[in-house]
């Protein structure tokens, strides 16, 4: 006999969200003017997090390295890294292997680029040093922060944490 497939009670609840969301209270500020990221799951057991981020702004944004791969796939726009030769446009896919470090460069006409994040986000001075660092609960907070900030409310974060 075979057995039939039931949900299992245990399985946390599906998760639905626009990426590019039209209520700008969704998109937290980063660390620098005309950066966003707007946040689309909190993975807090595999300790990854999906974002859009979007940028507003040309040059530097960041440098950074990751300990564990991190994909992403540009939605609009181009962006590029200011050690590589190629620009990533609107429609390309990218993996960044664990270890991978690199400097983002806003380019004209902004951009939006879904990223899915493992483990953490080392910040870098332009020696290489750790500045800081995030990981999925240091995202979860600054979220919360915000969220509270624009009034959604702290507890708005919960809607993307599984």
């Not at 626009?18 to 005309?34: C, F, H, I, Q, T």
């Not at 990751?66 to 890294?81: D, E, I, N, T």
């Not at 470090?101 to 006409?109: A, D, E, F, R, S």
Request: net charge negative.
């Amino acid at each position: 006999m075979m057995a039939s497939l039931a949900v299992s009670p245990f399985s946390p609840p599906e998760l639905l969200e626009k990426a590019l969301s039209n209520d700008v209270r969704e998109w937290v500020p980063a660390a620098m003017d005309g950066v966003w990221m707007r946040p689309l799951l909190f993975d807090t057991v595999a300790g990854a997090w999906v974002n859009v981020t979007k940028l507003e702004r040309e040059g530097f944004i960041s440098r950074h390295a990751h300990p564990c791969p991190v994909h992403a796939y540009v939605l609009s726009g181009q962006w590029r890294y200011a050690e590589r030769d190629w620009i990533a446009n609107a429609g390309d896919y990218l993996l960044e292997p664990p270890g991978d470090i690199h400097t983002l460069i806003g380019l004209p006409g902004g951009s939006e680029t879904l990223f899915w994040i493992g483990g953490t986000l080392v910040e870098l001075d332009e020696n290489g040093n750790t500045t800081g660092y995030a990981d999925v609960f240091t995202r979860i907070e600054q979220a919360a922060k915000h969220f509270e900030k624009v009034g959604l409310g702290r507890d708005y974060v919960k809607r993307f944490i599984r």
